[in-house]
């Protein structure tokens, strides 16, 4: 199957600083990439939709001016927390549609002091 | 809003034993199922699917009947194997997988030799 792959793997930041997960589809070309939350022993929740070359689709609830999301080609989406707070501590997953599929990258471990 | 539950776990189970996972969904139309898996330190997989009532999909000899009277999506392994062991989540999308997915909160499934 395809290969998505996020960077970094884990992260751990100060409070108020702002960190920038990388989401790429390494053999195949994506214009939708999506990127989700999972909490502890909860499922991963919906945070956005990115369509290259366009402004990303927040889910209700998540502010996208925390959760800044560019697309800027076929196989890049970037995730950025801005100022960051301990409450963003989260593991981040995002996929890329294609070949009608979803294929999810290995996930981002963020840790905000 | 659409919403998936399935069984909490984990789920132990020796192996050859036979396995099923709970899962039903509440949705507005006629969504798609999916189930997913994670092996640690990998990203979500796809392991099968269905897109309308009905439909059985398989892989891997895991089995999943898409159940519209009972709004059901529950996995099934007639003989399950240590390599089994993986986290599975339960999945729909209203849109046929173009758009997000929602979750359920996932099932830890441990396999004993």
């Known amino acids: 199957g395809a290969v998505v792959s996020q960077h970094p793997s884990w992260v751990i930041c100060k409070s108020g600083t702002s960190v920038k997960i990388e989401c790429r589809s390494l053999d195949f070309q994506a214009t939708t990439m999506f990127w989700y939350r999972q909490f502890p022993k909860q499922s991963l929740m919906l945070m956005a939709t990115?369509?290259?070359?366009?402004?990303?689709?927040?889910e209700q609830g998540v502010e996208k001016d925390k959760f800044l999301i560019n697309h800027a080609s076929l196989t890049l989406s970037t995730l950025t927390v801005t100022s960051a707070h301990p409450e963003d501590s989260s593991f981040y997953i995002c996929s890329a549609f294609g070949n009608n599929e979803q294929f999810f990258g290995p996930g981002t471990r963020l840790t905000v002091l | 809003g659409d919403s998936v539950t399935q069984m909490e776990g984990p789920v132990t189970l020796s192996e050859e034993a036979f396995l099923t996972i709970n899962c039903t969904y509440t949705?507005?139309?006629?969504?798609?199922l999916f189930w997913y898996v994670q092996y640690p330190g990998e990203g979500l997989q796809l392991l099968l699917k269905?897109?309308?009532?009905?439909d059985k999909g398989s892989n891997k000899g895991f089995e999943a009947t898409y159940r519209k009277e009972t709004t059901s999506f529950h996995l099934e392994k007639g003989s399950v194997q240590v390599s089994d062991s993986a986290v599975y989540f339960c999945a729909l999308a209203s849109g046929g997988g173009a758009d997000g997915l929602t979750f359920g909160k996932g099932t830890h499934l441990i396999i004993q030799p």
């Open positions: 990115s369509n290259e070359g366009s402004k990303a689709t927040y």
């Open positions: 949705a507005t139309g006629y969504p798609s």
């Open positions: 269905a897109t309308k009532a009905d």
